[in-house]
């Protein structure tokens, strides 16, 4: 059964504490996203992937990091930097050479900083 | 830059037709997409159009697409309880490996 997961589904970090949530597809994509909601927003971009062991920064890549080590991971470290984490993170993936091929999406992280 | 704009809320009794309305900014987008994302959940694709076509159905779903007036809409015929969600539309860059979402839709269906 091919899909995208991400755990934890809850996670809970003190105030201080680095936090890496992880992403996991075996649906052979080349494409990785890490993206962020906030209450009553729309997604908004962190980091993407294309390739292994390479990876762009999106529109907020401030105070998070990632890693792309394997195709089929891409963790995203959620740092100290970071001032406000508490946030909902969605993970997607998308297969890179089809011309109708979009984003899919995982089940979603929420993040929740004491 | 890009920028794609929905309306915050919508709300319809059931069994009403409900109509999501999307503008965007990048007329070199090559396909516009709606997500659908139930509370708690990840976003889950629910039909896309190429941007030289007017019109696409499925099912319940119509998609209408103005590119003059760079505008979409996702029309969902004989709405149910089950359709309230959050909808968001999202366009494509040039190279298709980056989507802008819309900030999406609060869908109420109301019995």
């Known amino acids: 059964d091919g899909g995208i997961t991400q755990s934890p589904k809850y996670l809970f970090r003190k105030e201080g504490q680095n936090v890496t949530l992880s992403c996991e597809q075996n649906?052979?994509?080349?494409?990785m996203y890490w993206y962020r909601q906030d209450p009553g927003q729309g997604l908004r971009l962190i980091y993407y992937?294309?390739?292994?062991?390479?990876?762009q920064k999106g529109d907020i890549a401030e105070g998070y990091s990632v890693s792309r080590e394997k195709k089929e991971s891409f963790p995203l470290t959620v740092t100290s930097a970071q001032k406000n984490p508490t946030a909902f993170y969605l993970c997607?993936?998308?297969?890179?050479?089809?011309?109708?091929?979009?984003?899919?999406f995982g089940p979603g992280t929420r993040l929740t900083v004491l | 830059g890009e920028d794609v704009e929905q309306s915050l809320f919508l709300s319809v009794r059931e069994g009403d037709s409900s109509v999501i309305n999307c503008t965007y900014t990048?007329?070199?987008?090559?396909?516009l997409y709606w997500y659908k994302q139930e509370p708690g959940a990840g976003l889950q694709l629910l039909t896309y159009?190429?941007?030289?076509?007017d019109m696409k159905q499925d099912q319940r779903l119509t998609v209408l697409l103005n590119k003059k007036d760079k505008h979409l809409s996702l029309r969902i015929a004989d709405t149910q309880t089950g359709d309230s969600a959050i909808y968001f539309c999202a366009e494509d860059n040039n190279a298709g490996n980056m989507l802008t979402f819309g900030g999406g839709t609060r869908l109420m269906v109301k019995p």
């Open positions: 990048d007329s070199s987008s090559t396909y």
């Open positions: 992937s294309q390739i292994v062991n390479d990876f």
């Open positions: 649906l052979n994509h080349d494409a």
């Open positions: 997607a993936s998308k297969r890179v050479q089809g011309p109708t091929d979009t984003q899919y």
């Open positions: 159009i190429f941007s030289n076509m």
